[in-house]
């Protein structure tokens, strides 16, 4: 069975960075295809980005995040990162690292077949 654990959440000002880990066990990490998604409170769940299976050599991103945010993986520790930079106030959610087995870069909660538990992220202006 496939465990995601998130970490990395926390209170930040507008304009700075965080970095959020995603560690991977259970299955073969470098199978899967990672996502980000996040929800704020009253909202839908929603796409943040992407990143392919083996090297990770592509990435799609939602475009409220593209040019702020970058995905990168180590498959050698498991983990999938989520690079957070020049930080809104709107980015304030709850952020889930999910996994999928299809091979594609899907951009929906039902193409993800396991998912971690989240973590907060607070932006203040």
């Known amino acids: 069975q496939v465990q995601l654990v998130e970490s990395g959440g926390g209170l930040v000002q507008a304009g700075n960075s965080l970095r959020l880990s995603c560690v991977f066990s259970?299955?073969?990490?470098?199978?899967?295809?990672m996502g980000w998604f996040r929800q704020a409170p009253g909202k839908e769940r929603e796409f943040v980005g992407a990143?392919?299976?083996?090297?990770?050599?592509?990435?799609y991103y939602a475009d409220s995040v593209k040019d702020r945010f970058a995905i990168s993986r180590d498959n050698a520790k498991n983990t999938v990162f989520l690079q957070m930079n020049t930080l809104k106030p709107e980015d304030t959610a709850v952020y889930y690292c999910?996994?999928?087995?299809?091979?594609?870069?899907?951009?929906?909660?039902?193409?993800?077949?396991?998912w971690g538990q989240g973590t907060q992220v607070t932006v203040s202006s």
């Open positions: 990143i392919t299976w083996g090297a990770g050599s592509s990435t």
């Open positions: 999910a996994a999928s087995s299809r091979r594609v870069l899907g951009d929906t909660p039902a193409e993800y077949d396991y």
């Open positions: 259970g299955r073969t990490f470098s199978t899967y295809v």
